[in-house]
């Protein structure tokens, strides 16, 4: 868990980050409720860890339960460490679904009161997918906010997080980013994100991978974990998971082991984001990050991934 530098931002960051969505308490997503005492208790035991990375938004729950729940936990222990980068995202209004520079620089006020901390270092774009690329980018739209923030000094770093692969291409291609953040389309099974971060990572921006287990199917496995990428699943994927469950098994390695490997060991990530919902699972995803995989495993894992025409765009 040795800091290292993300990007050409001045920032060093663990390459486990801890990703709070679930615990906003999201069944629709997830399949299951967290409550607040869970929820503290988690961001108790990373802060205690050595994960110095912190991943979360202001729209993670309906009322911003994700933020609220970690500005407790670091209330609890007198506020944020000096060596944990918390990043947050900007968000639409969840009423009205305006996503205007407005909405952003409001978002954010909101984020730094329900987190209890004055700033955060990295601000990003939170799933632009929602608005067309020209809204975001024309005159007062969320890009332009977001850079004010930055020239003003309010934060350090701006990044775009979101999905559809192309489109971040697109802001990326603006120059106006730090940060990238792409979730589910670098994993065992799907690889859509790979040459978009490649590419991130030649021009210094930082790379962040998140969701390495699918949203879940890849650390709990297709039987249990019906969604994927938080849909519905194609079986074949699900197929795809069984054989790399099998294989993995055959080799003496859990999945979910496998499925976090995959994108720490990749040279053009810098993070990698795990959603993490109870205590036990920050002791569990660091012993996972540690254990000796045989490169035979890799091998076999490639000849099992499926054909791009399955990859989310
Ligand atoms: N657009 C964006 O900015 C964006 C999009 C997606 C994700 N993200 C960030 O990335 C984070 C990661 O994504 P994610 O949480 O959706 O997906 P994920 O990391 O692929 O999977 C999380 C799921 O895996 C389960 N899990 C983790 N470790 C496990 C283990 N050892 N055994 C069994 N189950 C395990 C968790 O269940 P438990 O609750 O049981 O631990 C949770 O349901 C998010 O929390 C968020 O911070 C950002």
Avoid at 107 to 125: K, M, N, W
Avoid at 271 to 284: F, H, I, K, L, Y
Wanted: net charge negative.
């Amino acid at each position: 868990m040795t800091p290292r530098p993300l990007g050409s931002t001045g920032l060093e960051v663990t390459p486990l980050c801890v990703g709070t969505s679930p615990l906003a308490s999201m069944p629709r997503l997830y399949g299951y409720d967290v409550s607040d005492e869970r929820a503290v208790a988690t961001i108790e035991a990373v802060l205690d860890s050595p994960i110095r990375f912190i991943d979360t938004s202001n729209g993670y729950g309906e009322h911003g339960e994700a933020e609220k729940r970690i500005g407790l936990a670091l209330a609890a222990r007198g506020g944020l460490p000096a060596d944990v980068v918390l990043a947050t995202k900007v968000d639409p209004d969840p009423v009205t679904g305006d996503f205007s520079g407005k909405r952003v620089l409001a978002s954010y006020e909101e984020s730094l009161e329900r987190l209890g901390v004055d700033r955060v270092p990295l601000l990003y774009l939170h799933d632009p997918e929602r608005i067309s690329f020209e809204e975001a980018v024309a005159p007062g739209g969320a890009v332009e906010a977001l850079v004010r923030l930055r020239d003003e000094g309010r934060v350090d770093y701006i990044g775009v997080a979101g999905g559809p692969v192309r489109l971040l291409a697109q802001y990326l291609e603006t120059g106006k980013f730090d940060a990238l953040l792409s979730h589910n389309r670098y994993t065992l099974l799907d690889r859509s994100a790979q040459s978009l971060f490649a590419t991130a990572r030649q021009r210094g921006i930082g790379v962040v991978n998140a969701a390495p287990f699918g949203g879940g199917m890849l650390a709990k496995g297709p039987d249990v974990q019906s969604k994927y990428g938080y849909g519905e699943r194609d079986e074949r994927i699900a197929d795809a998971a069984r054989a790399m469950a099998a294989a993995c098994a055959r080799h003496e390695v859990p999945l979910p082991a496998a499925a976090l490997q995959f994108s720490l060991r990749a040279p053009f990530i810098d993070a990698t984001v795990v959603g993490v919902s109870s205590p036990e699972r920050v002791d569990q995803t660091l012993e996972y990050a540690g254990l000796e995989i045989p490169e035979g495993l890799w091998a076999e894992l490639e000849t099992m991934v499926p054909p791009s025409d399955f990859w989310l765009d």
